[in-house]
């Protein structure tokens, strides 16, 4: 495998909740009214520190998606997943986002979460109207 690079961000940040590694940045986060079959999920417009894994349709709660898994570079858990393409005109904007699930990510405030350990992939991207 070779040498992790990892991106240190400044300021605040949401973080893996399994291992600290930062992901994103409060300024990138474009919605928190997302669900995924887990609970509630944000919508960011960048995230660092992951890896992609393959593309695969699913059928979300707003439509068919082309979408991929994310991981933790450091730990491997999946932390959400990435748009690639919406089919619907209507979720467009979604394209290239991503999605952390809040049960995977911590805000540097809440560091005194408890750890679960989950590897099924993320199913949902239910959107509170």
């Not at 952390?100 to 989950?118: A, M, P, Q, T």
Request: hydrophobic fraction near 35%; glycine fraction near 8%.
């Amino acid at each position: 495998m070779g040498r992790i690079f990892v991106v240190e961000l400044d300021g605040r940040s949401y973080r893996c909740k399994f291992c600290r590694t930062h992901l994103a940045l409060p300024d990138d986060l474009v919605s928190r009214s997302f669900h995924c079959r887990r609970g509630k999920a944000y919508l960011f417009n960048n995230a660092v520190n992951i890896t992609v894994g393959a593309l695969e349709e699913r059928v979300m709660l707003s439509g068919m998606h082309t979408v991929a898994d994310i991981f933790c570079c450091c730990c491997g858990q999946i932390v959400g997943w990435k748009y690639e393409a919406a089919h619907e005109k209507s979720q467009k904007y979604k394209e290239g986002k991503f999605v952390l699930e809040r049960g995977r990510i911590v805000d540097e405030i809440d560091f005194s979460s408890e750890v679960y350990i989950d590897t099924r992939p993320s199913m949902s991207d239910g959107e509170d109207a």
